[in-house]
C-alpha cells in the first residue's frame, strides 16, 4: 500500500476546508468560481492530493450535475483543525465530516452555495456588491426573551444564508431562503414570525449593529411565491421579498425580479435613488 507524501497545507488550503465546512458541500465549479484556484487543471491536482491525505472527501451526484457532478465536503483527517479554525465543537465538526446529505439536502445545500457564488462573484453593480456572507451554521441565532413573569423564553432564527450588502456606503443584511416547495405553508408561516420576533427584539442591531435587516426568499413557480407572499401581514416589522429560481437564472439577482405585498411590480433589490445617493 502507497503511503501518500506529506503534505504542507497553505493558507489557502485552510481557508478551502473552513469553507467546506461552513457549506456543508461544494463543486469544482463553486471553488473556481470563488477564486480558490486558477484554473481546473490546478484545482484538480489540488483536491486530489487532500483526498489522498483524508482532508477532503467526495462523491458523485447524478441530481446535481454543474460543469462536474462530483461533489466536495471535508474528510475526517481535517476535523481537528477545522474545529479549531472555525470555532466550532469537535463533535460537530465530526458528523459533517462523515454524514452523507440526502438528495433533497444535498440539491438544497448546492444551490445555496450557488446563490453565495452569485451575489459574491457579480462584482459591482450599479455601486452594489455583497462582501459578506454567512452559511446556515454561521448565522444560526439561538436567544433568550425576558417574558413579564420574569421567566425566559427560548428563540431559535434558522436562516439559510445571511449576506451583507454595500451600496453607497451603507450596509445592510440581507437573509436568504432557498425554497424548494417541500416545506408546509403552515411551517413557512412559522418561519416568517420567527423574523418578526427577531426584529421585534431587537436582535439583529444586537448582534450586527445594524438597524434592520430584509428576507430573501427564492421559491419554485409563480403559485408558490403568491401563497408564500400572502402569508405576510401587514404591517410586519420585516420587508419580506420574493422570486423564482427560474426568474434568479435569466438576470442578476440584483435586478428588477423582488416581489413584495401590496406592490404589484417587480422591484430591483436597491432602489436607484438609494444607489445614486
Known sequence: MNTPNRLILTKRDRELLT????????????????GFFPSVSRCNTRLRQLIAHGLVRSHESLLYAHGSNRVFGIGTGAT???SEACEAALNEVRRVASD????????HTLRLVDLKVAFLTTGEYAGINVETWLAEAQC???????????????????????????VSGRE????????????????????????????????????YELPSFQVLTLTTSETRLRNL???????SPVR???TTHEE???????????????????????????VRS
Open 19 to 34: 469553507e467546506l465546512f461552513w457549506n456543508r458541500a461544494m463543486t469544482r465549479n463553486h471553488l473556481l468560481r470563488l
Open 80 to 82: 481537528s483543525l477545522v
Open 100 to 107: 452523507a446529505l440526502s438528495p433533497l439536502s444535498l440539491e
Open 140 to 166: 444560526r441565532h439561538q436567544y433568550s426573551v425576558r417574558q413579564r413573569d420574569g421567566s425566559w423564553r427560548e428563540h431559535i432564527l434558522k436562516p439559510d444564508a445571511l449576506g451583507f450588502l454595500h
Open 172 to 207: 445592510h443584511g440581507l437573509f436568504l431562503e432557498l425554497d424548494l416547495g417541500n416545506v408546509s405553508q403552515e411551517k413557512f408561516a412559522a418561519k416568517i414570525a420567527s423574523y418578526e420576533r427577531y426584529a421585534e427584539h431587537g436582535m439583529f442591531e444586537r448582534t
Open 229 to 235: 407572499m400572502a402569508l405576510v401581514k401587514s404591517g
Open 240 to 242: 419580506f421579498r420574493f
Open 248 to 274: 434568479a437564472r435569466k438576470a442578476t439577482l440584483f435586478g428588477a425580479m423582488w416581489r413584495e405585498p401590496n406592490i404589484p411590480e417587480p422591484q430591483p433589490l436597491v432602489a436607484d435613488s438609494e
